[in-house]
T-cell receptor, first 114, second 114 residues
Framework: AQSVTQLDSQVPVFEEAPVELRCNYS??????LFWYVQYPNQGLQLLLK??????LVKGINGFEAEFNKSQTSFHLRKPSVHISDTAEYFC????????????FGKGTMLLVSP | DSGVTQTPKHLITATGQRVTLRCSPR?????VYWYQQSLDQGLQFLIH???????AKGNILERFSAQQFPDLHSELNLSSLELGDSALYFC?????????????FGSGTRLTVV
């Protein structure tokens, strides 16, 4: 079975600073990878996904993530964060063949302060 | 608005009671997934329906059940409620179970058991 580890439960950062949210996954077969964002009192919204091809994936709101197969990682980055990026971010994995559902990490709370 | 509608948004009920949570998937989506989000467990997959048929069960208690109706809306029934059932319950939909599709989430139902 697949699993996801988000190494940081909380990441505080100042506005306009760069940020990296870490995600590592475990699976015996190939996977698809996703990042979701949850703003306060809202549902989850898809930020970006890696299916195949280029290992650098660009998403909405200026976020990007890099798939590293050898390190089984899919870290999320943004070069300059805004106050409005304050939210919880979830990494998720799904097997790329056969049946599987999305398995989520426990989430990383990004706290952006002025 | 994601297109996935969940009602009610908030629910407060007493221990031992039964409640029904409702989800209308995005237009055209045949799959409905239910997740439970709690502080200690994170996002846990409960159950998946595809075009009216149960497709997979995750960490769903025997006190919980679900169904998907011919119009594709789904209901999650929670009975003999306990304090520990207090959580956010999310519904998500997808066009099909294919792994390269992400899910579209509703805004959730916050259940408080007192």
């Amino acid at each position: 079975a697949q699993s996801v580890t988000q190494l940081d439960s909380q990441v505080p950062v100042f506005e306009e600073a760069p940020v990296e949210l870490r995600c590592n996954y475990s699976s015996s077969v190939s996977v698809y990878l996703f990042w979701y964002v949850q703003y306060p009192n809202q549902g989850l919204q898809l930020l970006l996904k890696y299916l195949s091809g280029s290992t650098l994936v660009k998403g909405i709101n200026g976020f990007e993530a890099e798939f590293n197969k050898s390190q089984t990682s899919f870290h999320l980055r943004k070069p300059s964060v805004h106050i409005s990026d304050t939210a919880e971010y979830f990494c998720a994995v799904r097997l790329n063949s056969g049946y599987s559902t999305l398995t989520f990490g426990k989430g990383t709370m990004l706290l952006v302060s002025p | 608005d994601s297109g996935v509608t969940q009602t009610p948004k908030h629910l407060i009920t007493a221990t031992g009671q039964r409640v029904t949570l409702r989800c209308s998937p995005r237009s055209g989506d045949l799959s409905v997934y239910w997740y439970q989000q709690s502080l200690d467990q994170g996002l846990q997959f409960l159950i998946h329906y595809y075009n009216g048929e149960e497709r997979a069960k995750g960490n769903i208690l025997e006190r919980f059940s679900a169904q998907q109706f011919p119009d594709l809306h789904s209901e999650l029934n929670l009975s003999s409620l306990e304090l520990g059932d207090s959580a956010l319950y999310f519904c998500a939909s997808s066009v099909e179970p294919a792994p390269n599709y992400g899910y579209t989430f509703g805004s959730g139902t916050r259940l408080t058991v007192v």
